[in-house]
């Protein structure tokens, strides 16, 4: 089975703090992705990559970046939180067969206050 | 580009009732379409995927979705839902490739005993 692990599941965070959010997969895959989800709005694709160090904006990319320097990990960085970045983030990756379902991590619940 | 329309917010059922879940699609190119489900606090679980085989295709926990060119369509259904289907179902396309998947913004499902 596929995993995808995020570092934390619930995490609070000051309005300007510097904030990581880590996700790791097992399976090898090239592919990695990352969106938030709010209420009403479904799931909105923020950066992906497609193989280490390569990264592609999605629809909404304005206020994060990200990192990829392992195939197995891939990081968002909020640069300096902003409280409309309270949301639910989740982390996906998928391989290079030719179904191109994604497998989900379990999600960060971010609060910034 | 492709998008997801799916119908209803939220939809409610008894337990035993049919499940219908009505998902629209817009693709350019004959899309690869999947179902997710979203239990509370968690991740997106993979329900079933069309790829262009099997028009009629059968997913986990009884469901099943009926790719229909003419209508665009991916409705999922279950013939008796139970109270473990409550859940927020997801409907998401891709054209394959290196294209990403588009979500809908999400059906939740109600079961009352």
């Known amino acids: 089975d596929v995993k995808v692990t995020q570092s934390s599941r619930y995490l609070v965070k000051r309005t300007g703090e510097k904030v990581f959010l880590e996700c790791v997969q097992d399976?090898?895959?090239?592919?990695m992705f990352w969106y938030r989800q709010d209420p009403g709005l479904g799931l909105r694709l923020i950066y992906f990559?497609?193989?280490?160090?390569?990264?592609e904006k999605g629809d909404i990319p304005e206020g994060y970046s990200v990192s990829r320097e392992k195939k197995e990990r891939f990081s968002l960085i909020l640069e300096s939180a902003s409280t409309n970045q309270t949301s639910m983030y989740l982390c996906?990756?998928?391989?290079?067969?030719?179904?191109?379902?994604?497998?989900f991590g379990p999600g960060t619940r971010l609060t910034v206050t | 580009a492709q998008s997801v329309t799916q119908l209803g917010s939220h939809v409610s059922v008894s337990e035993g009732a049919l499940v219908l879940l009505r998902c629209n699609y817009s693709s350019s190119v004959p899309p690869y379409l999947f179902w997710y489900v979203q239990y509370p606090n968690q991740g997106l679980q993979l329900l079933l995927k069309y790829t262009s085989a099997a028009t009629l295709v059968k997913g986990i926990n009884g469901f099943e979705a009926e790719f229909k060119k003419s209508e665009t369509s991916f409705h999922l259904t279950k013939p008796s839902a139970h109270m473990s289907d409550a859940a927020e179902y997801f409907c998401?396309?891709?054209?394959?490739?290196?294209?990403?998947?588009?979500f809908g913004k999400g059906t939740m499902l109600l079961v009352s005993p």
């Open positions: 399976m090898d895959h090239e592919n």
């Open positions: 998401a396309v891709s054209l394959g490739g290196y294209s990403t998947l588009t």
């Open positions: 996906a990756s998928r391989g290079t067969g030719a179904t191109y379902e994604q497998y």
């Open positions: 990559s497609y193989d280490v160090k390569m990264k």
